[in-house]
Nanobody, 121 residues
């Protein structure tokens, strides 16, 4: 099993920045890729960004490209999501997820509890 704990959410004005962190513990050696997802009220959960354990590959949703950056520190078993130029439509609960599956289309196996990000206009 892998446990994921997110932190760093909060309230920020439009145009501001936040950095989310996701600390992994447990069988971290089984992780191939970690990602961030978000779910706004009344909407389905959507993919935001992902990074392979090696850090060699990153993936972004079109809606966040150029504004968000995903990175990782393997020594700390932590993945980060740096969010810049935030917009009110970025308001959501952000979830960290991890998987040992290689295919990008496969579902994630482990999920964190989520952290709230609120962007005021």
């Amino acid at each position: 099993q892998v446990q994921l704990v997110e932190s760093g959410g909060g309230l920020v004005q439009a145009g501001g920045s936040l950095r989310l962190s996701c600390a992994a513990s447990g069988r971290t050696f089984s992780i191939y890729r970690e990602g961030w997802f978000r779910q706004a009220p009344g909407k389905e959960r959507e993919f935001v960004a992902a990074i392979t354990w090696s850090g060699g590959s990153t993936y972004y949703a079109d809606s966040v490209k150029g504004r968000f950056t995903i990175s990782r520190d393997n020594a700390k078993n932590t993945v980060y999501l740096q969010m810049n130029s935030l917009k009110p439509e970025d308001t959501a609960v952000y979830y960290c997820a991890a998987t040992g599956r290689v295919e990008i289309t496969e579902p994630y196996d482990y999920w964190g509890q989520g952290t709230q990000v609120t962007v005021s206009s």
